[in-house]
Every structure is written in C-alpha cells, then in structure tokens.
C-alpha cells in the first residue's frame, strides 16, 4: 500500500484548502474581529469543504500577504490555536502549509496531528519576498529532530511567485530532487496560486520521478480537471472552489460538490 493510499484512503486524493484570514501581525489582520473571527471563518470553510465530500484538507496563511520567508512567532501560535481549536471538527486527514516556512509548517503539524505540510523545499529563486534559498537538508534534519518523521513532506519545486535561478528543465529539477532531497510527494505549479499548471509539465515531471506522487498544485478547476488528473497522483484545490471562484471569498460547498463528482468519475468510483 503506498503513503497516499494510507493517509487518504483513495487514488488520487484531492486536498482542499482551508485559507485563514491574515493572522496577527500580518498587515491584513482584522483586530476588531480578532482570533475569534479567524476561527470562525475558518470553520465555516472547513464544514462547507467535508460537506462537499473533500478527501482531505490543508490549512494555511494564504492572507498573510506581504508574505516573508520566515513566519513569525505569532503566525505559528495563531495557525497552531486555530487548528487545535478545530481538531474535533476535522473528519478528513489535513495537512499545514504556512507561507514560506518549512520549519514553521513542520513544528505546527506536529503539534496538532497533522499528516502531511507542503512548502517550497529546494532551489535558489529571485522572488516577490527577496532571494529566496530554502535547504532540505537542514528541515528534514528538523523533522527528525522534533521526532516529526510521521508528517509527510510535499515538495512544491516550481515556487509561486518566483523565478529559479537557474536554467535546469523542470523534470531534470523533479528527477535530482527525488535522488537527493527525500520528498514523499512532489506539486508541479503555475507561476502563482489559481494560474493551472501546464498539463506537459505534469506528465514530464511524472515520467522522470516514476513512483514518488506528484500533485497539481495550482489552477486545478471544473474545466481541465479531466485533461490533468490522468498525469498526476493528487490535487490541491482551492481557489476554484471558492464562491465565484476568487481566492479570498468562503468556499461554496456546492462547487466542492460537483468538482468531486467529476474527480470521483475519473477515479472509477
């Protein structure tokens, strides 16, 4: 049985996002409504998302916007009070992703229970929040560590909102990270969130890493699900299930609905 069939439960399982409002410190935190209308919002995403029958879910700091490459202290008690608050609530596997820190997703899962984080792990980048060098080595060093080993590491190799310094092809970058960097799965992206990601690069991209899963990443909707899925072993979805389909907006239970009644006729369920 393979790590995805263990934690999901099904073949290419869809995860879908659960975006937090901007958390305190960040520049968009709404201090009238305060950690309470973070949770709620919050909750509300979540129930509309298992409603809509959603494999697993991943919560993150999608509204920490400018976003920085280490997380604040209170970006991880908040994201860490907020998923403690929910974890009766929470019916499906879920997963931690705080904007761009590994380490801080890491210590965060482990603290709540989560099954898997998603961070940019690898490579040296020219991007929005400055030169960005995250180092694998040194996280799963921290995994260990913490005694995290049980929290799987998704690997987003093509980071949003950043440029690679360097020339490499994306599956030549995919093959040397599954050799050296010990990803449990790898998410091909479009150059920013909701942009989809190009149908060759995800069967590129799988042919050069053979059996570690690789995930949609970005752009994953109603109308190209079926031309993506048959070259991917999972998606992360949440933009598109959003009411109207904007990122900041709650999520619309009756778009979860329908995106899984296509996914589950393409699993053969």
């Not at 439960?9 to 659960?18: A, E, L, N, Q």
């Not at 996280?139 to 913490?146: C, H, K, M, S, T």
């Not at 060759?200 to 991209?205: F, I, K, Q, T």
């Not at 619309?252 to 589950?264: G, L, N």
Request: glycine share 8%; aromatic share 8%; net charge negative.
């Amino acid at each position: 049985m393979s790590w995805l069939q263990e934690v999901f439960g099904v073949s290419k399982p869809v995860i879908g996002m659960v975006h937090l409002p901007a958390l305190p410190g960040a520049p968009l935190y709404d201090a009238e409504k305060g950690m309470e209308g973070i949770l709620e919002w919050a909750r509300r995403d979540l129930r509309a998302l298992q409603a809509g029958g959603i494999d697993a879910v991943m919560f993150c700091n999608e509204s920490d916007r400018p976003y920085t490459l280490r997380a604040d202290p209170a970006t991880v008690a908040a994201m860490a009070a907020v998923v403690g608050r929910l974890r009766d609530e929470i019916q499906v596997p879920f997963g931690i992703d705080i904007l761009w820190d590994p380490f801080a997703a890491l210590a965060v899962a482990h603290a709540t229970g989560a099954r898997f984080v998603r961070e940019v792990f690898t490579g040296v980048y020219a991007s929005d929040m400055g030169f960005w060098s995250p180092s694998a080595g040194e996280v799963l060093r921290y995994r260990r560590a913490i005694g995290a080993e049980g929290v799987r590491l998704l690997f987003n190799i093509n980071a949003e909102f950043a440029a690679p310094m360097g020339s490499r092809p994306l599956a030549e970058v995919a093959r040397s990270v599954a050799f050296s960097s010990l990803p449990d799965a790898i998410c091909v992206s479009g150059p920013m969130t909701s942009v989809p990601v190009r149908a060759e690069d995800l069967r590129a991209v799988k042919e050069a890493v053979g059996s570690i899963p690789v995930f949609i990443n970005t752009g994953a909707r109603h109308d190209n699900i079926a031309d993506l899925l048959p070259y991917a072993d999972g998606v992360i979805v949440g933009s598109s299930l959003k009411v109207d389909g904007i990122t900041w907006n709650p999520v619309d239970p009756e778009r979860v609905r329908s995106f899984m009644e296509i996914v589950r006729q393409l699993r053969g369920e």
